[in-house]
């Protein structure tokens, strides 16, 4: 019975019970984002019913067209944060600058719908999001978000797939809420998640092999002499999702197209590396730890290579001496 009970809001009282002087902010923003996530699970899982498939005609400061539920999706986390009152700032994908609303005790950076892509064909996507305390009071301003991971209060991700699911640490753990839609409330499913030291999948877009290096092609030839398994997505978080769970290594490299990498580092490659550190993985840009890195810009990317300790580890190996 208490596993049918044991809901988000009663797992934060109980944390924040352990830490005297904790104000319940905190679990009043974790509120707001559950709430944002069972809206935008509400609007994905009627996309194909709604006016909300395909494209808005936009175009976003990546150069990519604007999906409806994009846009959507942005603007109701965009809307439910910053009329909190506990969110100072925000920076997302889908906004060229940050906005600021102060006051508030925190500042929070998020992909509304990583996967978008995949939106009007039915396949899992998420939203990926990373939680800072605000240090400037009224006076926040963009460099309150060029910090590197290490600074990070809180990460997480959802995942609206067969179900929708929120995964989330504040550095003591990871654990994994699955949202029960009769009752409106996101239950503990997966408590304290370690992921696997070593895995059998690699997940990586293989039709951009041209585009390598040769140290990047002999390294995934591997791969495959010693047996190990493509399953490959196109959604980071529906990728990174089940190689947390199975074990296994993600990989978006640099190319000759996007010589630093396509994915964000404050807002995907931090949080999740923040996710994949606190279940005992590892993530990389090939050189080092994502978590050391301080972003230069809210937009700035980077390659990533998130997963299994040992697997990101004999990458790095491979990278440097391959």
């Known amino acids: 019975m ?3 009970t044991r809901t988000l809001t ?8 352990k830490h005297p002087g904790a104000t319940g902010a905190f679990t009043e923003l974790f509120a707001d984002i559950t709430l944002a996530a069972k809206i935008v699970s509400r609007e994905v899982n009627k996309a194909g019913l709604a006016e909300i498939l395909g494209v808005t005609g936009d175009i976003n400061i ?3 067209e604007v999906k409806k539920l994009d846009q959507f999706a942005n603007e109701i986390f965009k809307h439910v944060l910053l009329k909190s009152g506990i969110v100072a700032a925000i920076a997302s994908e889908e906004e060229d600058e940050v906005v600021i609303s102060p006051p508030g005790r ?8 990583d996967g978008s892509s995949n939106i009007d064909v039915n396949v899992s996507i998420g939203t990926i999001f990373g939680i800072y305390r605000n240090n400037s009071g009224e006076n926040v301003s963009i460099k309150d978000f060029l910090h ?9 991700y959802l995942i609206y797939g067969s179900s929708t699911m929120l995964v989330y640490t504040t550095g003591n753990g990871v654990h994994g809420f699955t949202l029960d839609p009769s009752i409106g409330e996101f239950i503990l499913s997966h408590y304290n998640i370690k992921t696997p030291d070593e895995g059998k999948i690699y997940s990586i877009n293989e039709a951009y092999e041209s585009r390598w290096d040769n140290k990047m092609k002999r390294y995934i030839s591997n791969l ?7 399953r490959y997505i196109g959604s980071l978080v529906a990728d990174f999702h089940r190689n947390l769970l199975k074990g296994g290594i993600f990989l978006y490299p640099a190319d000759k197209k996007n010589p630093h990498g396509k994915l964000r580092l404050l807002y995907e490659a931090i949080p999740l590396a923040f996710v994949v550190e606190q279940a005992v993985g590892y ?3 090939g050189k080092g730890n994502i978590l050391d890195r301080i972003p230069e810009s809210i937009h700035e990317k980077t390659p990533l290579f998130i997963g299994s300790r040992k697997e990101v580890e004999k990458l790095e190996n491979f990278l440097r001496n391959g």
């Open 62 to 64: 990546h150069g990519e």
């Open 148 to 156: 590197s991971g290490r600074e990070l209060v809180a990460a997480g």
């Open 10 to 17: 009663r797992f934060l009282v109980e944390e924040q019970m």
């Open 224 to 230: 495959k002499e010693n047996g190990k398994t493509l």
């Open 106 to 113: 925190y500042i929070v950076v998020y992909d509304p719908l």
């Open 283 to 285: 993530a990389s840009d």
């Open 2 to 4: 208490d596993k049918q």
